[in-house]
């Protein structure tokens, strides 16, 4: 239930920067224009730089995982799912 609102709550103030970002370009003043577009596309390049770099940290993280239990020198043949033998 908690994460659900926070991810309302944050398409809310999304939505709500987005409207004011319209309401500031219908003024139709073209310096407010450039520096709107200006500040996006930088936002843009950076943020996408921050995700790209935590996506390869990610996948690094998650592909050179070792399993916890050692599994590969144990004989499973006469063990069942209910009742491993030793």
Request: glycine share 6%; proline share 3%.
């Amino acid at each position: 239930f908690v994460q659900q609102l926070c991810i309302s709550l944050s398409y809310g103030i999304h939505m709500l920067f987005a409207y004011c970002l319209m309401l500031l370009v219908m003024t139709y003043d073209i310096g407010i224009f450039i520096a709107l577009l200006s500040g996006l596309i930088l936002g843009h390049f950076i943020f996408g730089i921050i995700r790209i770099r935590n996506r390869i940290q990610i996948q690094s993280l998650t592909t050179d995982t070792t399993p916890l239990i050692d599994t590969s020198s144990q004989d499973h043949s006469l063990s069942t799912p209910c009742c491993p033998t030793e």
